[in-house]
C-alpha cells in the first residue's frame, strides 16, 4: 500500500513537472514572438521629393508611441516627432535641411534601443525620365532626358558596364538641365549605365542616377 502511494505521489509530481516544463516554453516563444513584433521597422517616407509640404511622414512599424522616447534628426538637425497610427509626422523646415548643395535629407531615428535610417530628396533633385536609343552601338551619341542635371558638361559623368564587372567612362558632347549627350564608349556592354551629375562646383557632391531599364549594346 505504502508503495503504491509512493507511485502515486511520483506520477502526479511527474505531471506538474511535465506542465510546469510546456507552460515555461510556450511563454518563452510567445516572450520571443513578442519581442521580434516590437522590432522598429521604416516602410516608406513621404513626400519622396519635397515639393513645399510643411512635414514630411515616415510609414512604418513600432517606431514610438511617445514622442518623448524617440530622437529623430535630419541632417544631424534635431526634430520632434508626433507619433501617429500610420509611423511618425516629421516637421521640417525647408531651409533647414536643402540648400543649392544639400538634395538629400538623411533622417535617422532612435527608438527602442534601435537606430534606424532613411531618406527623403529635395524636389529639385536630379533624375532621369528616359534615354534614347536604347539600343545603341560603340561610337553612338545617346540622349538622356531628365529635370535638374548639371549643365556644365565637365560636371557630369557617364560610366558605362564593361567587360568582367569594369566600368568605363563615356564622352560627353552637350549638356543642359534636362538633357545630357554621350558617346558611347568602345568595349561598353549591354546594363545598366549610371549619371553622376553635380549639385555645385564639383562632382564630390553629387547625385548617382541609373535609368530604369538597361541599354543594349549592338
Known sequence: ????????????????????????????????????????????????YYAGRPEATVHGKNLGQSAKDITVTINGIRIQPTPVSVGLVLPYANELVFND???????KILTNGYDLEG?????????????????????QEITISGEYFNADMNKNLVVFPGAKESVISGVITYAN??????????????????????????????????????????
Not at 22 to 31: R, V, Y
Not at 183 to 188: D, T
Open 101 to 107: 548643395t544639400t538634395k538629400v535629407a538623411k533622417v
Open 119 to 139: 531618406v527623403f530628396f529635395s524636389n529639385t533633385y536630379p533624375k532621369i525620365q528616359s534615354f534614347s536609343p536604347e539600343i545603341a552601338k560603340e561610337g
Open 177 to 218: 538641365h534636362e538633357t545630357i549627350k554621350v558617346i558611347v564608349p568602345k568595349n561598353a556592354v549591354t546594363g545598366r549605365f549610371y549619371l553622376v551629375t553635380a549639385f555645385g562646383q564639383t562632382l564630390k557632391n553629387s547625385a548617382k542616377l541609373d535609368p530604369s531599364k538597361p541599354i543594349a549594346i549592338q
Open 1 to 48: 500500500m505504502k508503495n503504491e502511494k509512493q507511485s502515486i505521489l511520483v506520477h502526479t509530481t511527474g505531471i506538474f513537472f511535465g506542465i510546469l516544463l510546456i507552460t515555461t516554453i510556450f511563454g518563452s516563444c510567445t516572450k520571443d514572438k513578442d519581442i521580434m513584433v516590437l522590432v522598429p521597422i521604416i516602410d516608406s517616407i513621404t513626400p519622396k
